[in-house]
């Protein structure tokens, strides 16, 4: 059974400060998401990769396919990044009709 | 751009009452979704339609019924609420048969209570 792992789970920076958030998964994988869910509830979808590095902003999102592990680093934080980060990966067999398995989010609170 | 419009945004049951959940996409996605989320645990998929007059049961199906009435519209009904199906509920879509290739975009979610 695919298992997403995400860290830490719950993360307190300063504003400026460089965050880092984790995701290990257990399969072999074809695609990886990072979504962003506001306080308010709403989710965003930041980032869908299968390989290599994206950036968008101040956001960047890199994976290691052979180490079975996703990065999102957020540069320069700021109190709006304050979101529950969330981490889904498509295996390459099996897993949901929606073919992803989700990981249980990372709770970021950056303070001014 | 209004993207994915699902309504109510809260609603009170009481056990055994019924409802149903509104989700309308105007992107010409094929693909779209319902999930619940509850504390401590990740999303999880109730439903799946990969296309008009299709669809497919996910993780946790028990207590709800979907109908995709057109491309743009799918709705999740629970048919006599309980207690355990107090949660959030999200719907979502994506352009592609699975979220492959493919960004989901969800609605801003419903939070329901079912006392």
């Known amino acids: 059974k695919n298992e997403v792992e995400q860290s830490p789970q719950n993360l307190t920076a300063q504003e400026g400060e460089f965050i880092t958030i984790n995701c290990s998964y257990s399969?072999?994988?074809?695609?990886l998401h990072w979504l962003q869910q506001h306080p308010g509830g709403g989710i965003v979808s930041l980032f869908m990769?299968?390989?290599g590095k994206k950036k968008h902003g101040r956001l960047i999102a890199t994976i290691n396919i052979q180490e079975k592990h996703s990065s999102l680093h957020i540069t320069a934080s700021h109190p709006r990044d304050s979101a529950v980060y969330i981490c889904?990966?498509?295996?390459?067999?099996?897993?949901?009709?929606?073919?992803?398995?989700f990981g249980k989010g990372t709770h970021l609170i950056i303070q001014p | 751009n209004a993207g994915v419009t699902q309504t109510p945004k809260f609603q009170v049951l009481k056990t055994g009452q019924s409802m149903t959940l509104q989700c309308a996409q105007d992107?010409?996605?094929?693909?779209m979704y319902w999930y619940r989320q509850d504390p401590g645990m990740g999303l999880r998929l109730i439903y799946y339609?990969?296309?008009?007059?299709?669809?497919d049961k996910g993780e946790v199906p028990n207590g709800y019924n979907v109908s995709r009435l057109n491309k743009r519209e799918f709705s999740l009904r629970l048919e006599s609420a309980a207690p355990s199906q107090t949660s959030v509920y999200f719907c979502?879509?994506?352009?592609?048969?699975?979220?492959?290739?493919?960004?989901?975009?969800f609605g801003n979610g419903t939070r329901l209570t079912v006392t």
């Open positions: 979502a879509s994506s352009g592609a048969l699975s979220a492959y290739n493919s960004p989901l975009h």
């Open positions: 399969v072999g994988i074809s695609a």
């Open positions: 990769l299968s390989s």
């Open positions: 889904a990966v498509r295996p390459l067999s099996g897993g949901g009709a929606d073919g992803l398995t």
């Open positions: 992107m010409n996605h094929n693909s």
């Open positions: 339609s990969a296309s008009e007059g299709t669809t």
